[in-house]
C-alpha cells in the first residue's frame, strides 16, 4: 500500500526548532518527487516546499532561510526541519508525493501533524 | 508570482444539485491546474490534475474543464459524502506551487 505518515508535530515556543518526520511506504522516495503543505487554523492550504529526485529542494517565499527538505533515502523518510518558529507557523503539516514531471499534482497525502507555536 | 483566485468562497446546496467551483489564475497556467477535497481530520484527496483528467478512484460525478487562466470544477449531482472545503492548485510555475484560497461547500 502507498502511504505517508508525518510526525514530530509540537508545541513549541517562538524562534525554536522542531524537525517533522514524513515515512514513506509502498514507493521509494529516492525516485519520487515530495512536498510539504500547509494548513494554518481556519486557513487553506499553503504549499512550502519540494524535493526533488536529486536531492535539490525549493521553498515557498514564507519558509525560504528557515526551513530545510531533506531526505533519508536509505530508510525511506523525509525531514522538515524547522529553525526560527514564528506564531504564523502554526497549523497541520502534509507531506505528499508529487506527480512528476507530467502535472506535479500531489496525488497521496499523509494526514499530517500539528504544530502549535506559542508561548 | 502566479496569483491564484477561487470562486466563490463558500456554497450551499442541496444533495443532488449540479455545483460549479471557478479558479483563476493570473497568468496561463496552461492545463497545470489540480483539484483537492479537503475534510477536517483527513489526509486531502487529489480529485482532478491537468486541468480535466479525473484521478483514479474518484468518482465520475466530479469533473475538471477549462486551460490558460479560467478552470472549473462540477459535481453533477452531489452526494452526502461530498460536503467539505475544494482547493485548486496550479503547477505551472514549478517547482514553486500555490493553491487557491479554498470554496467551502456547505449543505443547505
Known amino acids: 500500500e502507498v502511504r505517508l505518515v508525518e510526525s514530530g508535530g509540537d508545541l513549541i515556543q517562538p524562534g525554536g526548532s522542531l524537525r517533522l518526520s514524513c515515512v514513506a511506504s509502498g514507493f521509494p522516495v529516492s525516485s519520487n518527487y515530495l512536498s510539504w503543505v500547509r494548513q494554518a487554523p481556519g486557513k487553506g492550504l499553503e504549499w512550502l516546499s519540494v524535493i526533488y529526485t536529486g536531492g535539490s529542494a525549493y521553498y515557498a517565499d514564507s519558509v525560504k532561510g528557515r526551513f530545510t527538505f531533506s531526505r533519508e533515502t536509505s530508510q525511506n523518510i523525509v525531514f522538515l526541519q524547522m529553525n526560527d518558529l514564528r506564531a504564523d507557523d502554526t497549523g497541520v503539516y502534509f507531506c505528499?508525493?508529487?506527480?512528476?514531471?507530467?502535472?506535479?499534482?500531489?496525488?497521496?497525502w499523509g494526514h499530517g501533524t500539528t504544530v502549535i507555536v506559542s508561548s | 508570482d502566479i496569483q491564484t483566485t477561487q470562486s466563490p468562497s463558500s456554497l450551499s446546496a442541496s444533495v443532488g444539485d449540479r455545483v460549479t467551483i471557478t479558479c483563476r489564475t493570473s497568468q496561463t497556467v496552461s492545463n497545470y491546474l489540480n483539484w483537492y477535497q479537503v475534510k477536517p481530520g483527513k489526509a486531502p484527496k487529489l480529485l482532478i490534475y491537468a486541468a480535466s483528467y479525473l484521478q483514479s478512484g474518484v468518482p465520475s460525478r466530479f469533473s475538471g474543464s477549462g486551460s490558460g487562466t479560467d478552470f472549473s470544477l462540477t459535481i453533477s449531482s452531489l452526494d452526502p459524502d461530498d460536503f467539505a472545503t475544494y482547493y485548486c492548485q496550479q503547477t505551472y510555475s514549478n517547482p514553486l506551487s500555490t493553491f487557491g484560497q479554498g470554496t467551502k461547500l456547505e449543505i443547505k
Open positions: 505528499a508525493r508529487v506527480r512528476a514531471p507530467r502535472t506535479y499534482s500531489l496525488d497521496v
